[in-house]
């Protein structure tokens, strides 16, 4: 969340890092209430939520700030980008527990990664065509194709391990979080080439920071959980 509020602050905006993080807290119990708990607090928590959002419009009045909604903005879905996808996490671990665990976790990394692996490679061997050259010059149609397939391929096979759900609903799960990594790529590489960076920290020295690594997840994630309610809901 620091790392992804430090490329936006180049627009010149003053984040309000106290509201921000009081909004992720806040996110992390409401999360935690419906995953682990009976749900007791969430209305409370849910309007002491909207409250605190409140709040940070109205502190906008008395600060010098020269763009007051694009740091309202910014401090509000900075928390809720972030916890889509890490919080999301929960919602695999803590409300689905119909489906067989941890290894809807692991399909859910696995597909990401050998995606991103298998885009990468095959793009740097056959990928002439660019996909959006203006936001990342490197992404190739002919990369991001094979990446699909070899992910629809992972899918098949994580399908044939016992208690997944079937391969129709896990080739359909691939397809989802391929197109979910892929434009979660893009869009933190559209942040960083308006913010005029290459990378969005130092976390890992060599290989960016952590938004960079943890990228794709963030819409990845997020679209998988849709997917599965509107497919496969708990019954």
Known sequence: MREFNNLLVNSESKINSVGSSIIYFLLVVIVYEYSFQEVKYASSLTLLLGATSLIMVIWEVFRKNT??????????????????????????????????????????????????????????????????????????????????????????????????????????FAVVTVIGGSLGDLFESRIKRAANVKDSGKFLPGHGGFLDRFDAMMLAIPIAILYFEFILPKS
């Open 67 to 172: 763009r007051p909604l694009s740091s309202i903005g910014i401090s509000i879905f900075t928390p809720l980008y972030t916890a889509s996808s890490f919080l999301g996490i929960a919602y695999f671990l803590g409300y689905r527990t119909d489906l067989i665990q941890p290894w809807i976790i692991i399909s859910l990394f696995s597909l990401i990664w050998i995606n991103d692996s298998a885009a990468y490679l095959f793009g740097r061997k056959i990928g002439k065509t660019k996909l959006i050259e203006h936001i990342s010059p490197n992404k190739t149609w002919e990369g991001s194709i094979s990446g699909l397939v070899v992910a629809l391929l992972t899918g098949f096979g994580l399908s044939l391990i016992e208690g997944m759900p079937p391969w129709p609903i896990m080739l359909g």
